[in-house]
């Protein structure tokens, strides 16, 4: 079986060779979402760029959750990888897939039922419900491959790989923009065109990836191995509390989102741009997440407890970073990125001013949560995801929520204070997590 151990050598480039290939990839998968706002905006009026920013929105929402649950597989594995033990590799896959199929069917139907009080719940904006519905509809028959896609990558990312991903997603980003440009464009389709290309090219890429996983890592599929009850429960024991942790972070975005859709079309669109945009730039300090939480893994697994804390520290120094550069970047870009993804229609430049001051001030969250996410993964390594979820929601109901709703009824006239409540959010996590790592060194192996 090929896998890449992480826990020798220059600890710097092993966390580049790992976190490099997983944030094109993870490039790649969102330009889905960005390429479907951006070429709806080209040829659709603001209430369709509404439509495919609330539905892609939520399909980010499972996206984010079933990659949480399918951290406990990367963990699992990597645990493995690290004690050099071959037989749980191929045990911790088995499960995994038996899982996660369970998991797909389940969702699948949920969300075809509830489709219609699911677009009540969101507040969406009346002009824009006929292709909300559409676009919703076509997702959710394609949470097979969002599952699929998540499953695969979590058991390469475990094995150490991540550049084979990277290549067979970019194959499905080809063939995304592709059809997004035909079925939007000449063939008129809007949201639902835009909605059946991301299906149909993620289709593509999991298909593609279960070749290279079973050509590449063939010793994972291993006959003799069979789905465990424990491996089971270790993985759900990591992936519940992070999906859970994930799915309260998006649902905050979606109550932030139905703030935004009942003060009007314009706000709807411009706050949906900027999630999109923010979603885009989230994709270092996400990267760095899977980086920490699959190296720390490894570490643990081979008694490293030194090189895991390691880790750590150098991708909160990664996040921090990178996140000043993006705040200092959007002060005077914002309004130009967010023209980037509106060309029709009469609110404009309103659209335009709103999200130039909505991502201004959210840009900071940035740097913020990308300290709080290493943390996270790190926690996840140790089987503390729970630590994660603590600090994850305490925030979300303090600050995120609260603060976007009481910006909205004390600022009316614009949308930087709603922008702040993120940043706040991820702060009051920072400090949470600064004490539960002191609190739980002994777990890591610290004194």
């Not at 140790?382 to 009481?406: E, V």
Request: aromatic letters at 10%; proline letters at 3%; one cysteine or more.
């Amino acid at each position: 079986m090929e896998t890449k151990s992480f826990t020798e050598g220059n600890i710097v480039r092993g966390m580049l060779r790992f976190s490099v290939p997983y944030l094109i990839t993870c490039f790649l998968q969102t330009f889905y979402g960005m390429a479907d706002l951006f070429i709806v905006g080209q040829f659709n009026a603001p209430a369709s760029i509404s439509a495919v920013a609330v539905g892609s929105q939520l399909m980010h929402m499972l996206t984010v959750v079933i990659a949480g649950f399918a951290m406990g597989s990367t963990v699992l594995i990597g645990r493995s990888v690290g004690a050099g033990n071959r037989r749980g590799i191929a045990g911790a896959v088995s499960t995994t897939f038996a899982v996660f199929a369970a998991l797909a069917a389940g969702l699948t139907v949920i969300l075809l039922l509830f489709t219609n009080p699911i677009i009540v719940l969101l507040k969406v904006p009346a002009a824009a419900v006929p292709e909300a519905a559409a676009y919703m509809r076509i997702c959710f028959w394609g949470v097979v491959f969002i599952t699929a896609y998540n499953v695969v990558s979590a058991v390469f990312r475990g094995l150490g790989d991540t550049r084979r991903p990277m290549y067979y997603v970019a194959a499905a980003g080809i063939l995304n923009i592709g059809l997004d440009w035909l079925l939007v464009g000449p063939l008129g389709m809007g949201a639902g065109g835009a909605a059946l290309a991301t299906v149909v090219s993620q289709g593509v890429s999991v298909l593609l990836g279960l070749i290279a996983l079973k050509r590449y890592h063939g010793d994972a599929f291993h006959r003799g191995a069979r789905p465990d009850r424990d491996d089971a429960g270790k993985i759900l024991g990591v992936g519940v509390p992070i999906a859970l942790q994930e799915g309260l972070i998006q649902i905050s975005f979606l109550v932030i989102t139905m703030i935004a859709n009942s003060r009007g079309v314009e706000v709807a669109a411009a706050v949906g741009i900027v999630e999109k945009v923010i979603s885009f730039l989230f994709l270092v300090p996400s990267a760095m997440l899977s980086t920490v939480s699959a190296l720390s893994a490894q570490n643990a697994g081979a008694g490293r407890h030194d090189r895991s804390r390691q880790v750590l520290c150098i991708g909160c120094l990664i996040c921090a970073g990178f996140g000043a550069v993006v705040f200092v970047l959007c002060q005077p870009l914002a309004p130009h990125i967010v023209s980037l993804f509106v060309k029709q229609g009469d609110n404009v430049e309103a659209v335009v001013r709103l999200g130039g001051q909505y991502l201004r001030t959210y840009s900071l969250d940035c740097m913020l949560a990308g300290i709080h996410f290493c943390f996270s993964g790190f926690f996840s390594a140790y089987g503390k995801s729970g630590y994660s979820f603590l600090h994850n929601i305490i925030s979300i109901i303090t600050f995120r929520i609260p603060g976007a709703w009481a910006a909205a009824v004390l600022f009316p006239q614009t949308l930087y204070a709603m922008g702040i409540a993120a940043p706040m959010g991820s702060l009051l996590s920072v400090v949470i997590c600064l004490v539960l790592y002191r609190v739980g060194r002994k777990n890591w192996g610290g004194a």
